[in-house]
């Protein structure tokens, strides 16, 4: 079992520039999550889902869309990226919510 | 709305020293995770726990929830260099899970 992958694992991109970053996971879980992680900041939910077809708001969606078209993917992206964007962003799932969640390695971005 | 603090910051310790983190609510809670994110890499889940007062033990790690469900704590016992890291706790809030900004230990060796 791969876990939870995350692609890419780096990038780079310009200010108003497009990306999508993509998320599966191999264990059925229902339920996963996007977060960023700025230095003494934490993790911070951006948006999750309870199941396929399903998304949430979490505490800093904005600027960020999300898609569950299938149970094993987590799509997130950003339409018009923006330098206060650059930041190392996780993904995880869960089997259900407050349960063990598990992470990917994490995709570092920087918005220039 | 609910959130979850941790003290300290951050911890130097000598190699063999002790070190303890403290995660605390302002609202009771259900349950807490702690997690351990190593330098470079990703979080991982180390504990949960549910009941008041419990604590548990995993080697040289200590975890505590207090008897009102508020706090909890880690302690490890003569750190060593591999216990570098930052570490987490993280409760639900409704239907999410609020990490605490986390509390990076070094250890000097």
């Known amino acids: 079992n791969a876990g939870v992958t995350q692609t890419p694992k780096f990038r780079v991109l310009k200010t108003g520039q497009s990306m999508t970053l993509l998320c599966a996971q191999d264990m059925n879980h229902e339920y996963m999550y996007w977060y960023r992680q700025d230095p003494g900041m934490g993790l911070r939910l951006i948006h999750y889902s309870v199941g396929e077809g399903t998304t949430a708001k979490g505490e800093v969606p904005d600027g960020y869309n999300v898609s569950r078209l299938k149970k094993q993917n987590f799509l997130l992206g950003l339409e018009s990226a923006a330098p206060s964007q650059t930041s190392v962003y996780f993904c995880a799932s869960s089997y259900s919510m407050g349960s063990e969640q598990f992470f990917g390695p994490g995709t570092r971005l920087t918005v220039l | 709305g609910q959130q979850v603090m941790q003290i300290p910051q951050y911890q130097h310790v000598q190699e063999g020293e002790d070190f303890t983190t403290y995660c605390n609510s302002s609202t009771t809670l259900s349950n807490i995770q702690w997690y351990k994110q190593r330098p470079g890499g990703h979080p991982v889940f180390l504990i949960q726990l549910v009941k008041s007062g419990e604590v548990k033990k995993q080697k040289r790690l200590t975890f505590q929830f207090g008897e009102a469900k508020k706090n909890s704590s880690l302690h490890i016992t003569a750190t060593q260099t591999t216990d570098v890291g930052t570490y987490f706790c993280?409760?639900?809030?409704?239907?999410?899970?609020?990490f605490g900004p986390g509390t990076s230990l070094s250890v000097i060796p």
């Open positions: 993280a409760a639900p809030r409704y239907d999410k899970v609020i």
